[in-house]
T-cell receptor
Framework: DTAVSQTPKYLVTQMGNDKSIKCEQN?????MYWYKQDSKKFLKIMFS???????INETVPNRFSPKSPDKAHLNLHINSLELGDSAVYFC?????????????FGPGTRLTVT | AQSVAQPEDQVNVAEGNPLTVKCTYS??????LFWYVQYPNRGLQFLLK??????LVKGSYGFEAEFNKSQTSFHLKKPSALVSDSALYFC????????????FGKGTKLSVKP
């Protein structure tokens, strides 16, 4: 059984388009995250939701909008895609948003903007 | 502000030899420390964590890590490396005294040769 799943796995699109990435977890966790991994493998948090409430919103362009319809899902919508948005986007989940809990990551979505 | 450093971009080890992947951290409160592994084209997998207690923490796949408060280090170790251990390893830290994010190091590529 897949614990944290993301769709699509690969996404190739042109500049200016709008796209969405979906994430689902079946671990019963109440906190979910979006991370961006750049071409140098540097990993940085973008957003975090706890019980469908936004709790972390790092310095991310407002073209990126997360949405959590329920505790098991966290989607990422990106408007007006730019070349610099090309990266691998990882969804993750944890039980609670405290510092002790480990996070479980999805397989990633490789976004390529041309 | 919290930070984590992985001083080596790559570590090369012969199969059967012991391995060490280095990590140092900086936090203002108590550190909560994690190691994750990323295999090619996969998401991150949790290996182990230090919250409190024994300085030697045992994790998945025979890995262990030693917490050293005076040196602010949390090095990952394994007594006998396997070719299948070849992957990208990330150290991460979270400040127990705040609601700060999980901060990742830049990653260390481990290459185990037969």
């Amino acid at each position: 059984d897949t614990a944290v799943s993301q769709t699509p796995k690969y996404l190739v699109t042109q500049m200016g388009n709008d796209k969405s990435i979906k994430c689902e977890q079946n671990l019963g966790h109440d906190t979910m995250y979006w991370y961006k991994q750049d071409s140098k493998k540097f990993l940085k948090i973008m957003f975090s939701y706890n019980n469908k409430e936004l709790i972390i919103n790092e310095t991310v362009p407002n073209r990126f909008s997360p949405k959590s319809p329920d505790k098991a899902h966290l989607n990422l919508h990106i408007n007006s895609l730019e070349l610099g948005d090309s990266a691998v986007y990882f969804c993750a989940s944890s039980q609670g948003n405290g510092p002790r809990g480990e996070q479980y990551f999805g397989p990633g979505t490789r976004l390529t903007v041309t | 502000a919290q930070s984590v450093a992985q001083p080596e971009d790559q570590v090369n080890v012969a199969e059967g030899n012991p391995l060490t992947v280095k990590c140092t951290y900086s936090v203002s409160g108590n550190p909560y420390l994690f190691w994750y592994v990323q295999y090619p084209n996969r998401g991150l997998q949790f290996l182990l964590k230090y919250i409190t207690g024994d300085n030697l923490v045992k994790g998945s796949y025979g890995f262990e890590a030693e917490f050293n408060k005076s040196q602010t280090s949390f090095h990952l170790k394994k007594p006998s490396a396997l070719v299948s251990d070849s992957a990208l390893y990330f150290c991460a830290v979270r400040d127990g005294g705040s609601q700060g994010n999980l901060i990742f190091g830049k990653g260390t590529k481990l290459s185990v040769k037969p």
